[in-house]
């Protein structure tokens, strides 16, 4: 059974730069899996951010940035504002037909 | 503007049986893949199960195969969950997405979703 694992929770000051990773308990995340990212704040809906590993998705500012890192797919946010405090997630592509989701990544900016 | 919307969802005995629907408008339903995706209370976001744009290929996730179908009709615009055999790990948040993919002539591949409609609250319990 294929994990795809992210950070549980992150924090970031205002204005600064923070990294999310989007990994697999066996293996490495290529371009292959086209990793896509998405943010969620409570009550709401997802909305989608990133797909293909790094096309930033309509109306999407261009402080997100995607991007593979070592084994793993990343989320960067640079400059982070109060807005961005919100869950990221990430899913991969497992062929087959298949998508699976990280568990979600806990972004606090203060 | 492409508007996605779920609907019947509802309280459900363990065991029990229930039909969601997404109703989709803005934009060329059947041409695009259509995908489920659950959210149990406080958790993350679980892939569900997805189909193809004529109803030909579908895929599930483990959890819920024999169980949940999915269906679309595309003359109506419309997507939908049959749930049967209901069990308490079933609650969640239902939303329907869109499915995009990255298409070479008839080769695609990889799958990302855009839009998503608001969601349907599903609770399993006696």
């Given at each position: 059974?294929?994990?795809v ?37 409570p ?10 590993t790094?096309?930033?998705s309509?109306g ?20 982070a ?19 699976v989701?990280?568990?979600?990544t ?5 | ?63 819920v ?9 595309n ?52």
């Amino acid at each position: 059974q294929t994990v795809v694992t992210q950070e549980p929770s992150f924090s970031v000051s205002p204005g600064g730069t923070v990294t999310l990773t989007c990994g697999l308990s066996s293996g490495s995340v290529s371009t292959g899996y086209y990793p896509s990212w998405y943010q969620q704040t409570p009550g709401q809906a997802p909305r989608t951010l990133i797909y293909n590993t790094d096309t930033r998705s309509s109306g999407v500012p261009d402080r997100f940035s995607g991007s593979i890192l070592g084994n793993k797919a990343a989320l960067t946010i640079t400059g982070a504002q109060e807005d961005d405090e919100s869950d990221y997630y990430c899913a991969l592509y497992m062929g087959r037909g298949i998508s699976v989701f990280g568990g979600g990544t806990k972004l606090t900016v203060l | 503007e492409v508007e996605l919307v779920e609907s019947g969802g509802g309280l459900v005995q363990p065991g029990g049986s229930l039909r969601l629907s997404c109703a989709v408008s803005g934009f060329t339903f059947s041409s695009y893949w259509m995908i489920w995706v659950r959210q149990a209370p406080g958790k993350g976001l679980e892939w569900v199960a997805n189909i193809r744009q004529g109803g030909s290929e579908k895929h599930y996730v483990d959890s819920v195969k024999g169980r949940f179908t999915i269906s679309r009709d595309n003359a109506k615009n419309s997507l939908y969950l049959q749930m049967n055999s209901l069990r308490a790990e079933d609650s969640a948040v239902y939303y329907c997405a869109r499915g995009l993919r990255l298409c070479t002539g008839d080769n695609c591949n990889g799958f990302w979703f855009d839009p998503w409609g608001q969601g349907t609250l599903v609770t399993v319990s006696s």
